[in-house]
């Protein structure tokens, strides 16, 4: 059992995936973590599988924590009533859009309560493509980013509490102001969200036939199109200020493309499209590389390989010999045949060694 | 050598990462190719990698089949002009559009013109992140889509010699008329193409640290933005009545997320969200599965590894050793921390008796 930031007793209501992740990570500290949530079976399997015991009434209970991991519509209001009945608790909350829920407290509490001086926003960005209790696991958090959104009177404790949640669940801790978290959320989560969403719904209504010549770019493009829409229209609504900004600036440039493909031989139209590439390209090239570090160039060569159980692992096992590190990889499959590409980006200092290497072993190799 | 289907000898003209790779692969059946290319240079590279013997002018050549591995600009003007050289061959071009080449085609030669029963319009999908001859392999094709477009006037010939050639080079290959290939493509690819670099293009002004909360999400929807602007100037040009209707979809359905998004507290907003965000579901579901076979439902799960040489091989020997097959596999690295998440995709059938058999060995499963 390893040593924790945290004291508790931990008090976490809702028993979601995150909810429930959350007192699990905790347990593995020792933490004393109440679970409390309005469906009695999430509670029940939450208990049930180690996130922590029961909310009991009866208990005179005075967390050191609440972390309310509800639903961002109600997140607002179980924070007010969770800060005005534990009147020595810190309380967080981990909804994924924050200036909706601070605007809502303040009208709540009344904007110079001194309740709020126990509130830090947060909002830990993992899983969100499972959901329910019976998903959840301590590790969730693991390595990925939790951001700490202070208001002007959160206090010193409520932040230094906050931060020891994150830590104890090994996060990486941003901290960002609410205003500024939801510019980057709606930029960078809901953005491609809805792009990806109008892209996938284009296919809707198409002829299979042409679904087949369907490759990795447009699977990549679309996968989170398969979001839950429940959640994301609590999100998209709660961040609606910021996203309408930016998909404003994406109707200017669609319009743009409009007008370039309506008189593509006209002067000036391939101009227009080249500069909409360009903007892409410089775009995507300022996307943070792995481990937060600087966006870093990678090469990438893709090897042939059967598809059948233990290749992958044999050409990897076999890399792993050599000593490169495998920096990303992709599986490329294709249509009617049983042989799959396996595609992968390693530093460029080891790329022409891993390829004779690879060659002497009998893989083939495409650069 | 296998046998072949193409007697030779196969002229290519145009040596880039298409022309280079279809050389190397017919040579790797025995067959004469011959290879030409305005730049010199690139056609020495393509020569030396053994994609092919030099062009030689003096040489009175009567090819099989002459494939045009042009740009798009020029396909055009190139088969016209092979057609007109050598009136015993077949004539296929390779580029990634299909009408407008036709188009051009018929005005040049007349569209009556006998010429054209030679010619096969055709459509490797393969390559497209990369280019130039030293990137060529002779099995860039393997089990790639290979789409042929005969028009009402070519050859039953014509099109079995355009057959020979994508079999030889073990593509799969696919019927479509002109019109339905760029109705397809426009949709599978331009699309997807320009709505990326439409995401792409908004990160382009946004402060760093807000791109340090990017995510797997932004990564994937992005990673096409990347693609090569001269190139696709081209291609969007010349399909631009096609994606046009496309792309005027997708701008109704963003008018109508920016008129929900402008009051997200009206009657009905949180309906259309829904709505939106359900036909992105709905659409994505239709992309077919990989070997071309129906979309078919894999379950996720994700384990935890150290990000160092060796780790995922060894994970994936085990996971081959219990004798599951691995269908589609994701790296999810983190900001800050050296550990990664290994996302496997399996069979629903497999997965309780796979979660069971590496927890057993060690392995920290998130499902």
């Known amino acids: 059992m390893n040593p924790s930031h945290l004291l508790g007793p931990v008090l976490v209501l809702g028993s979601g995936l995150l909810g429930a992740s959350i007192g699990l990570g905790l347990r593995a500290h020792g933490i004393d973590v109440i679970v409390s949530d309005p469906s009695p079976s999430a509670q029940a399997v939450a208990v049930d599988i180690g996130a922590g015991r029961a909310f009991d009434v009866s208990e005179n209970l ?27 608790a810190v309380v967080v909350d981990i909804a994924s859009v924050k200036v909706a829920i601070a605007t809502e407290l303040a009208a709540l509490l009344g904007p ?21 209790p019976v998903a959840a696991r301590g590790e969730l958090f693991n390595s990925m980013p939790w951001v700490l959104c202070a208001s002007e009177v959160s ?9 020891s949640l994150a830590i104890d669940l090994n996060a990486v801790v941003f901290r960002f102001s609410p205003e500024e978290h939801d510019s980057a959320v709606a930029l960078v989560s809901h ?20 679904l087949s010549l369907a490759g990795n770019g447009l699977r990549d493009v679309t996968r989170i199109a398969a979001s839950d829409p429940a959640l994301w229209v609590q ?16 109707r200017t440039d669609l319009d743009r493309l409009i007008n370039t493909l309506s008189a593509p031989t006209a002067p000036g139209a391939r101009l227009d499209l080249a500069q909409l590439m ?15 570090g600087p966006a870093q160039q990678y090469t990438w060569l893709t090897v042939l390989v059967d598809d059948k159980p233990g290749q992958i692992a ?20 294709s249509a009617g045949l049983q042989v799959g590409m396996v595609e992968l ?23």
């Open 278 to 292: 360009a903007e892409g390209n410089a775009g995507q090239s300022r996307i943070p590389g792995k481990h937060g």
């Open 191 to 210: 953005l491609p969200q809805v792009m990806s969403s109008l892209v996938a719904s284009r296919l809707a209504e198409t002829p299979a036939h042409a």
């Open 345 to 367: 980006s390693v530093l460029p200092s080891k790329r022409v060694s891993l390829v004779e290497d690879l060659t002497d072993r009998g893989w083939k190799v495409i650069l």
């Open 112 to 132: 110079d309560s001194e309740l709020l001086q126990r509130y830090v926003g947060t909002h830990p960005m993992a899983g969100r493509e499972r959901s329910g």
């Open 155 to 163: 206090s010193k404790h409520a932040v230094k509490v906050a931060h």
């Open 235 to 250: 999100i998209l609504g709660a961040n609606a200020p910021r996203l309408l900004e930016i998909v404003k600036g994406v």
């Open 62 to 88: 005075a967390p050191e924590l609440v972390v309310v991991a509800a639903p961002p519509d109600v997140s607002a209001t179980v924070v007010a009533a969770a800060l005005t009945t534990y009147p020595g």
């Open 314 to 333: 044999k050409l990897l096992t076999e890399i792993g010999a050599i000593g490169v590190n495998v920096e990303d990889l992709r599986l490329d499959h």
